[in-house]
């Protein structure tokens, strides 16, 4: 045993231990301590793989092009004013601008930034599905509270709830309908701020924001699978396509809206952004990418999709409901 070891059990020897149990408590911290570090590592490197799998994917999504490439289907296009960016993905056949049969237009349907698209496409159609379902749902409870007070000789429509959520606070309503002797159901004075959150527009505040607030109570994994279901694809008809991220551009998420159309002559649209400044046209369109052909040909196919769809007469869909319910009935009995 060495002189340092024998001054360290002379100094352990009043604490009531052994040298050796102090030693080996050392052990499980260093121990503690390498696990940490092999954890941390692993973590690391996993993430450092995700983002390189990522960037490696979004390789083949563009494909390399000259600058004096002529234009093709599946190119996307920018221009700017001002602050405003606007972003276009051209549809106009390869064979038709080879030939110069678009009668010198292009036309493209408009990319959008995956904020945008949640922000001012998809909520505010969400926040309008979720204030008719709430308010049907809430005013059938408050109707059966009523009833049990004036034997229904009053109600409550979903339009004047909403008119009422705009004006008073939900105790100033209850306290009005229940004559502040009903002790109204927690869940149903949820659901009515939930539902004011949504009718009210308050200066500043934005739709995600008033959409998460009205979720106040909901789990995190429920919130997230409700703005998750935004970019849900495999749902009806979808009339938008999600690309990762463009050539050139900061942030990730871009969204084809499969709706919006439009077009641009062909002296207004240049092949890169030096283009545009050596022919002084700084609020022109230019080209920044060419996605693939399978990316390209995937969008075309929905695009072609969603128009070509035969919208049947009204009487022949519920004459096939009907039958349906005939056979159905028949098996089940």
Known sequence: MSIDDGRAKTALSGTGRSFWSWEFDILKIHKRYLISSVSYVIFYRYYIIKIGVFLKMNNHVWMHIDASDEFRQGDVIKKSI???????????????????????????????TAEFYIENIWLPFVIVKCIESKSIDICEKLNAIIDKIDGGETSITPYSLIAWL??????????????????????????????QTLCRNDDG????????????????????????????????????????????????????????????????????EADIHINDQPQAFYRIGRLNDTVRF????????????????????????????????????
């Not at 993905?89 to 049969?101: E, N, R, V």
């Not at 939900?170 to 869940?187: A, L, M, T």
């Not at 979808?238 to 463009?246: K, Q, V, W």
Request: hydrophobic letters at 40%; one cysteine or more.
């Open 166 to 195: 705009k004006e008073r606070s939900v105790e100033e309503i209850c306290d009005i309908i229940g004559d502040k002797k009903i002790k109204f159901d927690e869940s149903l004075l949820t659901n009515l701020r939930s539902l």
């Open 298 to 333: 995937a969008i075309m196919q929905k695009l072609a999709f969603l128009f070509l769809r035969i919208g049947l007469d009204e009487g022949f869909e519920k004459t096939c409901k009907t039958v349906v319910d005939l056979i159905v009935e028949e098996k089940v009995h």
């Open 205 to 272: 505040i934005s739709n995600v924001e008033k959409y998460k607030k009205s979720m106040t109570g909901s789990s995190e994994k429920k919130i997230k699978s409700e703005f998750r279901s935004a970019f849900d694809s495999n749902k009806g008809f979808p009339d938008f396509f999600l690309i990762p991220e463009i050539p050139t551009l900061s942030g990730i998420g871009y969204v084809v809206l499969l709706r919006n159309f439009g077009s641009v002559k062909r002296e207004n649209i240049f092949y890169s």
């Open 82 to 112: 001002g602050s405003d960016e606007f972003l276009g993905f051209l549809i106009t056949a390869d064979c038709d601008i080879a030939q110069k049969k678009s009668a010198d237009k292009f036309s493209y349907i408009e990319i959008v």
